[in-house]
């Protein structure tokens, strides 16, 4: 962080402990140090601000019944410039919710607005489960549908063969009643006509609110797949994130370990040399070893004293 954002980010929580006090202090150790990754990584990428929010959760259909308006500019871009723009935005919801949850430790020593991202998260689950669930519904609500224009097609072709064979039978007996029954065969033809006109609009009716729920069943299913496929992308980015996390913690843990193993080196190698100092002292000044002292020449040794 800045040096006149550390200066202003002084822990100031007299109600807790000394224990919460020093969590909470190493939670914001981890906080800043992340915080200035990500600034690192978005001043090497380049990547703007973009303003994001995460603190309200809306359900599936609220999120997807706001109206969508598009400029020119974003109509016109390539999918590679929108899974850029989606990137960028991703990062500055992590850079955002990190921020928010630092300062929130920093005035109040809690992370309630965290919890309440974790929370609208596993919300955005829950829908994720329940919009596949939803989907297979609709697959099978489309494919009874299919089976019933089939159903409703052959019943109606077989009223209509009934019909054409009545209507020959019919045919027949005009002929046979034609000197008689003249009246007759013009009032048969005018209802036989009436009749197929009644059923071919009924058929083509009935088939008509067929195909428009069908129409409407694919739209809501299309849109529906469209939800799941971006809360996968959530999802990964999350995981990418956690999983990029738990490595730069192992790291820490590393370099830990390696400098509390290069102080007790240190201290051995000093006690060494210490025991080494105080021995070598030791053998001079009793004469030990290579450091006994020689008799001088022409005089006799006497007896050694006893120590």
Request: proline fraction near 2%.
């Amino acid at each position: 962080m800045d040096n006149l954002e550390k200066e202003d980010c002084k822990l100031d929580l007299p109600q807790l402990d000394l224990p919460q006090q020093l969590c909470i202090s190493s939670c914001l150790s981890i906080l800043e140090e992340a915080l200035d990754q990500l600034r690192v990584i978005k001043t090497i990428s380049k990547i703007p601000d973009i303003p994001v929010t995460y603190d309200t959760y809306k359900t599936v259909f609220e999120r997807f019944s706001e109206p969508k308006i598009e400029t020119t500019e974003e109509e016109s871009r390539s999918r590679e410039e929108r899974n850029v723009l989606a990137f960028r935005q991703k990062f500055c919801l992590i850079e955002s919710a990190l921020r928010m949850t630092f300062e929130e430790l920093m005035k109040n020593g809690s992370f309630e607005k965290l919890l309440n991202m974790i929370y609208i998260h596993k919300m955005l689950r829950n829908d994720e489960s329940d919009l596949r669930a939803d989907v297979l519904k609709k697959k099978a609500d489309i494919k009874e549908l299919d089976s019933t224009v089939n159903e409703e097609k052959i019943f109606y072709h077989k009223k209509l063969e009934e019909i054409v064979t009545a209507i020959g039978r019919l045919k027949e007996k005009i002929d046979d009643f034609t000197e008689e029954s003249t009246t007759k065969i013009k009032y048969t033809r005018e209802w036989e006509n009436a009749k197929i006109e009644e059923l071919d609009t009924a058929l083509g009716k009935k088939e008509k609110e067929l195909l428009d729920t069908i129409r409407t069943t694919e739209a809501d299913t299309f849109r529906e797949m469209r939800i799941h496929q971006e809360i996968l992308n959530a999802v990964s980015v999350m995981q990418k994130y956690i999983k990029r996390q738990a490595q730069i913690n192992d790291y820490k843990q590393y370099k830990i370990d390696q400098e509390r193993k290069r102080a007790e080196l240190e201290i051995r190698n000093k006690a060494a040399t210490k025991i080494q100092a105080w021995w070598r002292g030791t053998m001079v000044r009793k004469g030990f070893g290579k450091f006994r002292k020689k008799d001088k020449k022409g005089k006799k040794k006497g007896p050694e004293k006893k120590e």
